[in-house]
């Protein structure tokens, strides 16, 4: 039986994961495919934690070079996290003739057109299909089952962090706070939840899904975003009076003006399917114009679903799969022609705004001629009577037909400087 060995750096959560796949399951892998597939190194530069996974004498070590320079090494797995250090250990791999396999979205996002031109150039190839969802097999459903499918659209929900922050809120009546002290003390947020609430790690997410589905080649930086650290426990009271639920949706959608992305936290009716994934699930919904409408839910993190998916990639690599869709589709590169993509400002909505306002005669007909000017029309309001006589402040809840970014931009900038209005309005998407 033909052997292939591989060289894993970054022995964290994840990589232990990997390994206790590769090393518990080699034998039923090997029957399965024809082919024995040995972990070789591990490297990692704490080579004395406890990762709870029995690893094989001569196995560990902390110098990269004992997985780069031996040429037995074939496959070299990157789970170290981070762009500027991860970049070099790929481009070192690549350099040394090795197939690359990673689950970092910051990396791919960051550095993709560079790091699958190098792959390129020497005829080796990267599997990412971790990168996004977890275990959740939806890249490798966008480079192989889906490829005879024109994508229409996509909605995701692809940060559990944010999903399991936002079913807090729903579920238990949490306020914001807690609800992230709760996610990191299970272990589904980080110490510094930062990349995660702000939107920025679904939006890395979402920049890999369009280079796939549309051949976009994306600056995540340049794709509007809102994370939920701007929901409050009133928007998901308001939200449930409506009908509706509040996910942090990645969406990529083709009109007639090019290709619109945006990341945001969304009010989605009940009855929606996305409505229904709760906690730290992840859930993809794709449109394809020949096989319509497909939706994949499952775990997005963690140690066993995103393990499951490198070695999904480490399988295919072994067995001579991925350059066929490598090669094939022509991912990151300037020669594929790709969905153009609309103007941020340009890109139409519905919105739910909340804004906290003076309730006295006037204040709703200066807010209507502020959005009149600017054409949105308004479809609904909320407007409770408010409880302190002294000082008789209330939530006012607004919601918009379809406007263009610039428009309720400039409108809720108005608002916000008049002297009927206090604090920030807070604004959400808002999805039929």
């Not at 689950?103 to 792959?119: D, M, R, S, T, V």
């Not at 299909?129 to 480079?143: F, H, K, N, R, T």
Request: glycine share 8%; aromatic share 4%; net charge negative.
């Amino acid at each position: 039986m033909d052997s292939v060995k591989v060289g894993l750096i970054g022995f964290g959560t994840i990589g232990a994961g990997v390994a206790e796949i590769l090393l518990g399951k080699a034998e039923t892998i090997a029957r399965t495919t024809g082919k024995k597939i040995e972990l070789a190194k591990i490297c990692d530069k704490n080579t004395t934690a406890d990762r709870g996974v029995a690893v094989p004498p001569g196995v560990l070590t902390d110098d990269m070079s004992e997985i780069f320079d031996n040429p037995e090494i074939s496959i070299v797995i990157e789970l170290i996290g981070g762009v500027d250090v991860a970049r070099t250990v790929v481009l070192r791999a690549l350099e040394a003739g090795k197939d690359v396999v990673t689950a970092n979205k910051a990396l791919i996002a960051n550095c993709g057109p560079e790091l699958f031109e190098k792959a390129r150039s020497l005829g080796r190839t990267i599997g990412f299909e971790a990168s996004v969802c977890g275990g959740v097999p939806v890249l490798a459903s966008l480079q192989t089952s889906l490829l005879a499918n024109r994508i229409e659209s996509i909605k995701a929900i692809v940060n559990g962090t944010c999903n399991f922050i936002l079913s807090q809120m729903e579920e238990n009546g949490a306020d914001y706070q807690d609800a992230v002290k709760e996610a990191q003390r299970l272990g589904f947020a980080e110490a510094n939840p930062t990349l995660d609430v702000d939107g920025t790690d679904s939006t890395q997410k979402l920049a890999i899904l369009a280079q796939l589905a549309f051949g976009a080649a994306v600056d995540w930086k340049a794709i509007p975003r809102v994370g939920v650290d701007v929901v409050d426990a009133l928007d998901v009271r308001y939200a449930r009076e409506l009908g509706r639920r509040i996910r942090l949706l990645a969406v990529a959608e083709r009109t007639d003006e090019g290709l619109e992305l945006k990341v945001a936290p969304t009010l989605i009716p009940e009855t929606s399917p996305l409505a229904k994934v709760t906690n730290a699930f992840n859930a993809v919904q794709i449109i394809g114009d020949s096989v319509g409408e497909l939706f994949y839910q499952g775990w997005g993190a963690g140690r066993r679903p995103t393990a499951s998916a490198v070695c999904s990639d480490v399988i295919d690599a072994a067995l001579g799969r991925t350059p066929v869709t490598f090669n094939s589709l022509n991912l990151w590169s300037d020669q594929r022609e790709g969905t153009p993509l609309k103007d941020a400002k340009k890109i139409e909505g519905r919105a739910y705004l909340r804004l906290e306002v003076d309730d006295r005669p006037g204040v709703m007909a200066a807010i209507s001629d502020a959005f009149g000017r600017r054409n949105i029309s308004i479809a609904s309001m909320i407007q409770h009577a408010s409880a302190d006589a002294e000082n008789p402040r209330v939530p006012l809840i607004i919601l918009t037909h379809a406007a263009t970014n610039d428009a309720l931009e400039d409108a809720i900038a108005e608002l916000d400087a008049a002297p009927f209005t206090h604090g920030k309005t807070a604004r959400l998407a808002l999805l039929d």
